[in-house]
């Protein structure tokens, strides 16, 4: 599952029949490439264009609020774009087998429409416990292993990515 970015879209003009207009390219959710007319060339200039075009991404971006920032990252994501990745090349096959089975049916189906960002320590003792009570010692305690060690790769990409960008 891939997270939808912010986009500003593509100015440019083209023509339709004999008459050139502005259009705003963009990428619609489908992951395929749309764009929308603006207006005459003749009829409009290229700032008043722009400004049409911001009009018409605020709402392909998903909000009229106007305030954008990255989209709060979820667990389930954060697990199958980054941290298995990253793990798969440490684990031989049949570890990474297991550890998939296992991330996949408890924590990402339980946890993983959680933002990364809201996990503290009483919710997640209280899923261990959760899980105590139906599963063995030995799962649970794979479990808690999972998530020290799903939490901490998080932060240090959150940190990553903040220094990438040149803010702390």
Not at 5 to 13: A, E, I, N, P, T
Request: with cysteine; glycine share 8%; aromatic share 10%.
């Amino acid at each position: 599952m891939r997270r939808r970015r912010f986009q500003k879209g593509s100015l440019q003009q083209r023509k339709h029949g004999n008459r050139r207009v502005w259009v705003v390219l963009y990428w619609d959710q489908e992951r395929k490439r749309r764009y929308q007319t603006l207006g005459l060339c003749s009829e409009m200039t290229k700032s008043g264009a722009r400004q049409r075009q911001a009009e018409f991404m605020k709402e392909v971006n998903g909000g009229e609020s106007g305030v954008y920032g990255p989209r709060p990252v979820l667990l389930g994501e954060f697990v199958e774009s980054s941290y298995l990745p990253f793990y798969r090349g440490k684990w031989k096959p049949s570890t990474a087998m297991t550890n998939e089975n296992r991330l996949k049916h408890h924590i990402i189906d339980e946890l993983g429409g959680q933002q990364l960002a809201t996990f503290s320590l009483s919710p997640l003792q209280q899923f261990l416990e959760r899980k105590a009570d139906s599963l063995s010692f030995s799962v649970v305690d794979h479990l808690r292993w999972d998530l020290r060690s799903i939490l901490p790769v998080s932060i240090a990409e959150c940190k990553f990515a903040a220094d990438s960008r040149g803010r702390v």
